[in-house]
């Protein structure tokens, strides 16, 4: 992930003009607080968390050329959901992450659960697609998604790593009969609709990108010494 975990005094240090001499406090004290920042690819844009009263919103901003442009809303939770996290996936998208606790079915256990809703979100048009909507409860993850670096070789798609959590096995498992466990998939970031390019087993790990956006190995661990093999 490439949050980088900012003051506002940290953010303006890296995306302003080298300064002759330190500024004054008060121009440090005009800008807004800031709780976390991702860079675009091109670096010509921020994603911001700034906090509104007691509700974390996402924001983008300008910073071509150095200059840090007025900052607008790109998402806002609704109701009792808290945004904990956004960050660029490609040039067009996002991903927003929400936690929420979620009511569960009757037989379920406790009556409400936390949980987390990840979403793609089209920047131009504000569009939003859950991940994996199949496997999600009224659009809140059953699985655990792990995005696997930036984009893909396709423009719209990305890799993600996906772990059945125990509320997912009591949904669904594998067509065989087992728990999917650990899985590869590649994600149309606008539908959120994705499909299983490999599956790892239970001493999966994950997998790793070349600068290509291609996957290029899978790592496991051993179960003797608890080592990672490749």
């Not at 998208?93 to 979620?102: G, H, N, Q, S, T």
């Not at 569960?104 to 697609?129: E, F, Y």
Request: net charge negative.
């Amino acid at each position: 992930m490439r949050w980088l975990t900012a003051t506002a005094a940290l953010v303006w240090a890296a995306i302003s003009p080298v300064w002759a001499q330190t500024p004054g406090a008060e121009v440090f004290g005009a800008i807004p607080e800031i709780a976390a920042v991702d860079l675009s690819a091109d670096g010509d844009e921020l994603i911001l968390l700034v906090p509104d009263g007691d509700v974390m919103t996402a924001r983008i901003a300008s910073v071509a050329g150095g200059v840090l442009g007025p900052a607008r809303e790109l998402y806002r939770p609704e109701g009792t959901a808290e945004l904990i996290g956004a960050e660029w996936i490609d040039e067009e998208y996002a991903l927003i992450w929400e936690l929420d606790a979620v009511p569960m079915p009757m037989g379920m256990g406790p009556d409400r659960l936390d949980m987390i809703r990840t979403q793609s979100l089209h920047v131009p048009s504000g569009r939003l697609a859950p991940l994996l909507p199949d496997r999600t409860l009224n659009g809140w993850n059953l699985v655990s998604l792990q995005q696997i670096g930036r984009g893909g070789p396709r423009p719209g798609y990305a890799y993600f790593a996906t772990y059945d959590s125990t509320v997912a096995t009591m949904f669904f498992g594998d067509p065989s009969g087992k728990p999917i466990v650990f899985a590869l998939y590649e994600i149309n970031l606008a539908t959120g609709e994705g499909v299983i390019l490999e599956r790892g087993g239970v001493n999966t790990r994950g997998w790793g990108m070349d600068h290509q956006g291609r996957i290029r190995r899978r790592m496991d661990a051993n179960p003797d010494t608890t080592q990672p093999v490749t």
